[in-house]
């Protein structure tokens, strides 16, 4: 099977869309981990802001997922 020219930059670019995806994931874990800690606590400024951050990690993620190429 013959690859189509551009095959290795793109291949290139989706592991580099991956690993940005995946260290987003890693971050949103800590932030859900982190909003647990602060409903135990009952902290709710704190738990505003973390899922403040929450919000925009899944954004990020779903551009991140939504940028890869089918393989």
């Known amino acids: 099977m013959k690859m189509r020219d551009g ?10 869309r991956l690993e940005q995806a995946v260290k987003c994931a890693e971050e949103l874990s800590k932030r859900i981990q982190g909003l647990n800690t602060m409903l135990a606590r009952g902290d709710f ?4 802001e973390i899922l403040s951050e929450i919000k925009r990690l899944v954004m990020d993620l779903e551009k991140y997922l939504n940028m890869l190429d089918p393989v």
């Open 7 to 16: 095959a290795e930059p793109d291949r290139e670019e989706n592991t580099e």
């Open 45 to 48: 400024e704190e738990i505003k």
